[in-house]
């Protein structure tokens, strides 16, 4: 079993990741366990055989996980799942989730696309460089990631071809647990919503035990009924 637990799910803009461009994203490790990351994606390119690699790296630089995916492994719009066996000895660390195309860079336009949408060139300077017609080309050709500019995860910083951005990449990070750890977290999520919003939870139960109420009884009247025309 796994449970979220560092997020950032904002996504503004796609920022496409064409032939050499590197997308990265910081988080702190808050327990023990990790084992998960999942990267909001856009695929334009169904079923392609365009490579990418996402990787998992310490705070030394040193790969703890390396996968890749290719996009006819991924979908439009869709949580791309890196799940692997859980790591340990990383709590308290600050990791480094990295996407990165394989391929070799070609005309850089998919930076010029990037840099236009974060607002670092302007009209003039993206229409210097490549046409309307070749930046819907280029948004077509490659596999997108979900960008918020507000800075929403506060522990973390996205980077792009190693320059910072302002605010973060869409993602999510996961943490195995046990049936038993499962079950108490849940039952702690629970009592922490009752005390910070206990009228959903009346309200909840309520609607629940009064379908509970009405299912049983309309059992027993249609048992009753069965019985009375038996007799």
Known sequence: MRKIGEFQVESQIKLVLGPGEELRQTFEVSRGGLAGVRLLVFNPVLGGE??????LMDEEGATLVRQEVTEGNMSWDEWLRIDFASLGAVEGQKLTIVMR???????????WLNLYRLGRVGEVEINGVMTAEEMDGVEKSYVGVGYTDADNYVDGEASLDGEALAGDVAFQVYYAQRPVEFVTSSVVDAVGRWRSDGGFFVGYWGLLAVLVLVTGWRVWVVGKGKKGKRS
């Open 50 to 55: 365009g490579r990418y690699e996402v990787v």
């Open 101 to 111: 195309h394989l391929g070799e860079e070609e005309d850089g336009l998919a930076r």
